[in-house]
């Protein structure tokens, strides 16, 4: 049966984030531990998106945008602008620092703000690996438009496309977009699936699934999605986790010691500083 999840809502100073996993109903879909629907927001002039330096270890994260600009900086050195369309994959391995802020000019002019951003665990052998950053322009994405159907596949392979984002397992990650009427038969091609319905009303088997919800769909099981209105949709999972992991503010790893190791390293500054942004950071949450 499939299961239909209702995000936790946090509002960061007049920006809704919405929380879909992990939560009691699904910890994990495929290797993806964390799933965060941003927006929508509209700044007014003068305003943005202000996620000071903060930790990773343990994950990937991947940040895609319906609408805004963020720019992320991080210890690498890296500095990009990530756009609609676009992929940003963060591989934090054995730690890594980033911030992500609203560049000047969309700020001084005002801007919205509509996108996802998930966490995918690394595999166990994969934990420790070398951080890297790597941004993927929308135009190197693979992209289907048909029938009304609009699919760009963010990471790993979906219907018959395959990023070229580098993935560490099985990975389902596809952007849609359905025009007001359009159907997408969603074939059974990962072990697990979960659909996100952004904005829209829609339809699964016949079923109505509320806008800003979670559906976790059936093992094995070939599904029908049908947009009522315009649609903006994330499909995401693969293939199951290879153990369980741990998560702690910001870091995921398949060891309790690890994360403690990750925490005392925040601490007395082992992750380095961030060129450009080095001036004030997220604080260790109190233990």
């Not at 941004?135 to 596949?153: E, F, I």
């Not at 088997?205 to 903006?232: F, M, N, Q, Y």
């Not at 309790?256 to 082992?270: C, I, V």
Request: hydrophobic share 40%; aromatic share 6%.
């Amino acid at each position: 049966m499939t299961t239909l999840i209702v995000p936790r809502s946090h509002d960061l100073g007049g920006f809704q984030v919405r929380r879909a996993v992990p939560s009691l109903q699904a910890r994990s879909v495929g290797p993806f531990v964390f799933v965060d629907h941003m927006g929508p927001a509209l700044f007014e002039p003068g305003r943005g998106i202000d996620v000071r330096p903060h930790p990773h270890i343990g994950l990937a994260t991947v940040t895609y945008l319906w609408a805004g600009a963020l720019r992320h900086r991080d210890t690498l050195g890296s500095v990009q602008d990530i756009l609609p369309g676009d992929v940003n994959w963060m591989t934090a391995g054995r730690g890594i620092a980033h911030s992500e802020r609203t560049p000047p000019d969309p700020r001084a002019a005002g801007h919205a703000v509509h996108g996802m951003q998930t966490w995918v665990a690394l595999p166990k052998p994969d934990e420790e690996v070398a951080p890297s950053f790597h941004h993927h322009p929308a135009a190197s994405l693979p992209l289907r438009d048909h029938a009304g159907a609009r699919l760009r596949v963010i990471a790993g392979r979906g219907f018959g496309m395959e990023s070229p984002v580098r993935v560490f397992a099985d990975t389902f990650n596809v952007a849609v977009d359905l025009d007001a009427g359009a159907e997408l038969a969603i074939a059974a091609e990962a072990p697990e699936r979960a659909l996100y319905v952004l904005e829209g009303r829609a339809q699964v088997d016949g079923a109505d699934i509320p806008e800003k919800h979670l559906l976790v769909l059936d093992r094995g099981v070939r599904h029908v999605l049908c947009a009522s209105t315009p649609l903006k949709a994330m499909l995401f999972g693969g293939e199951p986790l290879d153990a369980p992991r741990h998560m702690w503010w910001n870091f995921v790893s398949s060891s309790k010691e690890r994360l403690e190791q990750a925490k005392a390293d925040w601490d007395n500054g082992a992750f380095g500083l961030i060129p450009g942004d080095d001036v004030e950071r997220i604080p260790l949450p109190e233990r």
